[in-house]
T-cell receptor
Framework: GQQVMQIPQYQHVQEGEDFTTYCNSS?????IQWYKQRPGGHPVFLIQ?????EVKKQKRLTFQFGEAKKNSSLHITATQTTDVGTYFC??????????FGKGTKLSVIP | EAGVTQFPSHSVIEKGQTVTLRCDPISGHDNLYWYRRVMGKEIKFLLH????????ESGMPNNRFLAERTGGTYSTLKVQPAELEDSGVYFC???????????FGPGTRLTVL
């Protein structure tokens, strides 16, 4: 089935530094979604990208969908301690079920 | 509006025992999903209900797992008999109408000793 490779697995940054996580697929994706899971919490939907080259922003978060719709990235500018958690990309190969990447665990050092 | 709820939040059982997890989706959501995250691995799809019908159960690991959604409201996931490799966090999610966004519950952390 359709899979996404997500890197890096872990990222430790100093508070105020930027952070980026990447998802890549060998096949063209119809859409990609991003979720955030706080420590001990559950995945919370952040955004969905569907168009080639799409860029969406949510405050300090910038989401991009590649021109070929095979990759996506999430960039956080000037990280804060509240950004701590695991960020997952997910794709919907069929109509409904989600296939998740392995996630990038972000640690922010105050 | 209440979110997806799951019960229990934690369960510790011995190998060979039976455990039943419950999920209450957001009211009015016809679609209900079960996912599992085994430690250190990605979140994996188990199955999808549309109302009371199983739409897709391709992710169910084996016949020790039985999911039901009688009446199309809440769902249960029973593991019988539990094995060590069943340990992990079981998430339920729901979606409704034209919005396919899946809203996740807090999860049930299952530990099989």
């Amino acid at each position: 089935g359709q899979q996404v490779m997500q890197i890096p697995q872990y990222q430790h940054v100093q508070e105020g530094e930027d952070f980026t996580t990447y998802c890549n697929s060998s096949t063209t994706l119809s859409n990609i979604q991003w979720y955030k899971q706080r420590p001990g919490g559950h995945p919370v939907f952040l955004i969905q990208l569907v168009k080639s080259g799409e860029v969406k922003k949510q405050k300090r978060l910038t989401f991009q969908f590649g021109e070929a719709k095979k990759n996506s990235s999430l960039h956080i500018t000037a990280t804060q301690t509240t950004d701590v958690g695991t960020y997952f990309c997910a794709v919907r190969p069929g109509s409904y079920q989600l296939t998740f990447g392995k996630g990038t665990k972000l640690s922010v050092i105050p | 509006e209440a979110g997806v709820t799951q019960f229990p939040s934690h369960s510790v059982i011995e190998k060979g025992q039976t455990v039943t997890l419950r999920c209450d989706p957001i009211s009015g959501h016809d679609n209900l999903y079960w996912y599992r995250r085994v430690m250190g691995k990605e979140i994996k799809f188990l199955l999808h209900f549309v109302k009371e019908s199983k739409q897709d159960e391709s992710g169910m690991p084996n016949n020790r797992f039985l999911a039901e959604r009688t009446g199309g409201t809440y769902s249960t996931l029973k593991v019988q008999p539990a094995e060590l490799e069943d340990s992990g966090v079981y998430f339920c999610a729901s979606s409704g109408g034209l919005d396919r966004t899946q809203y996740f519950g807090p999860g049930t952390r299952l530990t099989v000793l």
